[in-house]
């Protein structure tokens, strides 16, 4: 027979480290989880503050509960709660910004249902009162967990939840390499693939990469190049593709004095720039794991008429040595995928839940209303 679960919660970030050896456990066991970047502890664990960073300090507080069975951890679910636009509200940490989409709960799938009702129940019993709304971006469609908590919260409080189909925070493009050694580029692509070819045989652009396994310093340096394009620009001409606050907060783990060999290994991190007559015009930050490349942060420093031409000049390089890695696709954040006219996108499909109180809000047509049924969506 199962034990009963109990729940609590972490509203301390120092106390999370408490649950090292026990978080690396579950993030090994929850299906679905990126394994080769988050499959320990002390590898997830600066990419949660991370996100932490995208809302300021003085704006949320953490939220992270934990379901177990006995003394046994069986579940997490990383949250902030922050003001919103009715009140104090709950929402996922990590669900919005560059790869913000399918973070749910930490369990293994034969406790997903279960851990999720006994979230649900917890909010509703212990949260409800303090709380506006609770809404999650990016959940997957397939994320039993989530859907099971939101059941088991409407079920037990006066509360009503709808779901909104809604774009993954990410966009994933997969190319295969041909007999030539050249990419194979979608058809639609062959038009703008022939003028990014003729910029690069112009001679007037180059474009080059590093990482921080071979050369560190030369990191640092063209990350701050890419930081520094946008100082002294006009308004006009600035236009942000990723979060400062995360790229800064992953360098650093990753170079600051003292910081333990653990928290700078979150897969291989590597810059590129591209020049304009020796001048860096665009730049973009990224860490390689598993069979991805993660591209987290990207400035272009251009007029806007220049601005697709620039995106495809960094997007073809990248893809080609994502492919020389090893790896075989590429994830973008969604500004500058939503550029990349003419490629498949293969994120998953994502969903947006909002649960309230009862006719305090007008829901758009087209949402659907979940109830306590598990089988009614």
Request: net charge positive; aromatic share 10%; hydrophobic share 40%.
């Amino acid at each position: 027979m199962k034990r009963r679960i109990t729940v609590d919660h972490v509203a301390d970030s120092k106390n999370l480290l408490s649950l090292g050896h026990e978080w690396n456990r579950l993030c090994g066991e929850t299906p679905g989880f990126f394994k080769p970047l988050g499959g320990t502890w002390d590898r997830t664990f600066p990419w949660m503050l991370g996100w932490l960073s995208e809302v300021p300090e003085s704006q949320r507080d953490l939220l992270v509960l934990t379901a177990r069975a006995g003394k046994k951890l069986i579940g997490i679910l990383p949250a902030i709660m922050q003001e919103g636009q009715e009140g104090r509200e709950i929402s996922f940490l990590g669900s919005e910004g560059c790869f913000g989409d399918c973070k749910g709960i930490l369990a293994t799938g034969d406790d997903q249902i279960r851990v999720g009702a006994a979230f649900g129940e917890y909010l509703a019993k212990e949260w409800i009162g303090r709380l506006g709304r609770i809404l999650f971006h990016g959940v997957s469609n397939s994320d039993v967990g989530i859907q099971s908590l939101i059941e088991s919260l409407v079920l037990q409080s006066p509360w009503i939840a709808h779901r909104q189909a809604c774009s993954a925070s990410r966009y994933v493009f997969r190319v295969s390499l041909g007999p030539d050694g050249e990419p194979i580029w979608p058809l639609a692509t062959r038009r703008t693939i022939g003028t990014v070819r003729k910029a690069y045989g112009s001679g007037l652009f180059e474009y080059t990469e590093a990482y921080d396994d071979d050369d560190r310093q030369s990191v640092v340096k063209r990350v701050f190049a890419i930081r520094g394009m946008l100082k002294n620009d006009a308004p006009e001409f600035k236009q942000r593709f990723g979060s400062i606050p995360m790229a800064q907060r992953i360098l650093d783990y990753r170079f600051a004095p003292g910081t333990a060999d653990c928290l700078s290994k979150v897969g291989r991190l590597g810059v590129s720039n591209l020049y304009w007559k020796e001048n860096p015009i665009a730049g973009a930050i990224f860490v390689d794991y598993g069979n991805a490349r993660n591209v987290f942060w990207m400035e272009a420093r251009v007029h806007p008429d220049q601005e697709q031409l620039i995106v495809w000049m960094l997007l073809t390089q990248l893809l080609r040595s994502t492919l020389r890695n090893g790896n075989s696709e590429l994830q973008l954040s969604s500004p500058l995928g939503a550029r990349v006219t003419g490629m498949k996108n293969y994120a998953p499909a994502v969903s947006w839940i909002l649960a309230t109180p009862r006719s305090s809000v007008v829901y758009p047509s087209g949402d659907s209303q979940i109830t306590a049924d598990l089988s009614s969506t």
